[in-house]
């Protein structure tokens, strides 16, 4: 005989072993891949090997995927090959040029677009200064402004980036710092960003500072010539120092605009950055100059990955300021498993860092051997819930 309350005590029971198993796989995935506190989850959308900047269209979906996806934060390119990817009145100024004049920019304001956007879908939105005082050796900025360009001993400025010719704008020269501040200043001025990112281009390379200008500088201050070997410690010392110098002002120039932007720094590990980029980004966050750390750690092997991870500035900043770390998610000619990007992401919650970030958006799902879906998946399981950043 048809027993209708047993039928529904039957249901309500299957349903209540249905929500136990989801709950449980959730918990599972969620100690796995560790606890749901706030965390940064960030990606750089770049205009190199990648489209999602170059239509509106796909920059809005490239957005809403990532909302989707329980990211929470983006690093959108700003100042990259010498050129700006939003209209500025400053670049316009210094060398005649407002605007990247790749086809997909023209008659758009990208920045304005992710900041809308981004904001409407929850995500953070931090512009990428990702030049720095890089520039390519054919742009208009280099040749109009020759003075501006720092030197080897041997008066050489060009220095090789993979197939790229760079020269490097010099850091010491007061029209490069104003040009920079004025362009910092543009930003965060104009548009409702939520902080700005420097990175391992808010640099020098060791070997150059021996233009006419730096070495006049050094020689007025120390009553001696620059040492021959760019490795000097005295030398690197002074370099550095130079640069910590600016680095203040750039921080009382954002804060004097906007008290409550993020001033971001993505470096490479100290122990390279200092001797190898005079970047002593050490000193920046002990003196309270930067805010967010997003350390580049673009290691294969999970060892080496580990120990950058556990050094002890890494220790000591982290306890200061929030300190994620840069993951490598893949390069065009050099993909990387998407079991290595979530063992990757396991061992930084394992340390209480404050998240991650990865390099860069385009290579989260092309060129791997995996599929799109399945890093797609892999990503939810990372990301299984919103989460606000620390």
Not at 236 to 252: L, Y
Not at 322 to 327: E, L, N, Q, R, S
């Amino acid at each position: 005989m048809f027993q209708p309350n047993r039928l529904r005590r039957g249901i309500a029971l299957l349903l209540f072993l249905l929500i136990t198993i989801i709950l449980v796989t959730v918990a599972s995935a969620q100690i796995s891949l560790g606890t749901p506190k706030p965390e940064i989850r960030g990606v750089w959308l770049t205009n190199v090997d990648s489209d999602v900047l170059f239509s509106r269209q796909g920059t809005k979906a490239a957005l809403a995927r990532l909302a989707k996806l329980n990211f929470n934060t983006v690093y959108p390119t700003v100042w990259q090959g010498g050129y700006t990817l939003y209209p500025s009145a400053v670049a316009k100024r210094v060398f005649g040029k407002s605007l990247d004049p790749t086809p997909g920019l023209q008659g758009r304001d990208i920045l304005k677009e992710i900041v809308d956007q981004g904001h409407k879908k929850g995500l953070t939105v931090i512009p990428w200064f990702e030049f720095g005082f890089m520039a390519p050796a054919d742009s208009e900025l280099a040749k109009q402004h020759p003075d501006w360009l720092t030197k080897r001993l041997d008066g050489t400025t060009i220095k090789n980036e993979g197939r790229d010719e760079r020269v490097w704008l010099n850091p010491f020269h007061p029209e490069v710092q104003q040009f920079i501040l004025d362009l910092i200043a543009e930003i965060v001025s104009k548009y409702d960003v939520d902080g700005i990112q420097f990175d391992d281009h808010f640099s020098l390379p060791a070997e150059f500072g021996y233009d006419e200008l730096t070495v006049g500088m050094y020689k007025k201050e120390i009553n001696v010539s620059p040492s021959n070997d760019f490795q000097e410690t005295f030398w690197v010392r002074w370099r550095a120092d130079q640069i910590n110098n600016f680095m203040q002002r750039v921080f009382s120039t954002i804060k004097a605009i906007k008290p409550d932007c993020i001033v971001s720094l993505s470096p490479n590990p100290l122990h390279f950055s200092l001797p190898a980029q005079l970047q002593d980004w050490f000193t920046w966050e002990r003196r309270g100059w930067i805010e967010e750390i997003v350390l580049q750690v673009y290691r294969d092997e999970l060892k080496r990955f580990t120990t950058e991870l556990e050094r002890a500035e890494v220790e000591l900043a982290k306890s200061h300021i929030p300190v994620a770390i840069g993951i490598m998610s893949g390069l065009k000619n050099r993909s990387t498993p998407i079991s290595k990007i979530e063992s990757q992401v396991r061992e930084v919650r394992k340390r209480g860092l404050a998240g991650v970030s990865f390099f860069f958006y385009e290579s989260l799902w092309n060129w791997a051997e995996d599929s799109p879906v399945s890093r797609d998946i892999a990503i939810q399981r990372m990301f299984l819930m919103p989460n606000s950043r620390p």
